[in-house]
T-cell receptor, first 114, second 110 residues
Framework: DAGITQSPRHKVTETGTPVTLRCHQT?????MYWYRQDPGHGLRLIHY???????DKGEVSDGYSVSRSKTEDFLLTLESATSSQTSVYFC?????????????FGPGTRLTVL | TQLLEQSPQFLSIQEGENLTVYCNSS?????LQWYRQEPGEGPVLLVT?????EVKKLKRLTFQFGDARKDSSLHITAAQPGDTGLYLC??????????FGTGTRLQVFP
């Protein structure tokens, strides 16, 4: 199994509070991704990174920001959490991006915003 | 906008039955992947298909990429309880980012 951990694994927070989720990898992969998973939507890309300090938006980036100061860590921040951000969040890593790449997923973080 | 629609959304069958899951789109993809996800875990890659019309087999699972590279199917022969899980297709377009399908939740009863 690829070395990917996510923390916390579960979090309950209140509307309007800031939340930061952490993804840590030990594989030295260049690419890192944050997805959210909701029933009926599969996985939707929030943000991704193609190197240290190099990030870009995905299809559902509103209300989220990311940072990558080290190869191994990719942080997802909800500046002011809303109930619509209740979801399961997955981090993924890949050694390259393109045809034939394999994304390895972390175990997920279940976030509930009350 | 969901570019990849999977059907059926849910499937409950008895052990030993055959089933097919479909992944359809109006868009062309450069490659298509199938993942399986078990409860409480992240998705795990099963297969990648690249060429239109390509067929790949993984034990009892057969994957096919449509000739026009807009659709794909997953066929499971003689399903077993261990096949239970959420099956996700994911297509890659020229942006080099994966677009995931809506998912098919399979339950195989002994």
């Amino acid at each position: 199994d690829a070395g990917i951990t996510q923390s916390p694994r579960h979090k309950v927070t209140e509307t309007g509070t800031p939340v930061t989720l952490r993804c840590h990898q030990t594989e030295n992969h260049r690419y890192m991704y944050w997805y959210r998973q909701d029933p009926g939507h599969g996985l939707r890309l929030i943000h991704y990174s193609y190197g240290v300090k190099d990030t870009d938006k995905g299809e559902v980036s509103d209300g989220y920001s990311v940072s990558r100061s080290k190869t191994e860590d990719f942080l997802l921040t909800l500046e002011s959490a809303t109930s619509s951000q209740t979801s399961v969040y997955f981090c993924a890593i890949a050694s390259f991006s393109g045809i034939g790449d394999t994304q390895y997923f972390g175990p997920g973080t279940r976030l509930t915003v009350l | 906008t969901q570019l990849l629609e999977q059907s059926p959304q849910f499937l409950s069958i008895q052990e030993g039955e055959n089933l097919t899951v479909y992944c359809n789109s109006s868009s062309v993809f450069s490659s298509l992947q199938w993942y399986r996800q078990e409860p409480g875990e992240g998705p795990v890659l099963l297969v990648t298909v690249v060429t239109g019309g390509e067929v790949k087999k993984l034990k009892r699972l057969t994957f096919q990429f449509g000739d026009a590279r807009k659709d794909s199917s997953l066929h499971i022969t003689a399903a077993q309880p261990g096949d239970t899980g959420l099956y996700l297709c994911a297509g890659m377009k020229n942006t080099d980012k994966l677009i995931f399908g809506t998912g098919t939740r399979l339950q195989v009863f002994p």
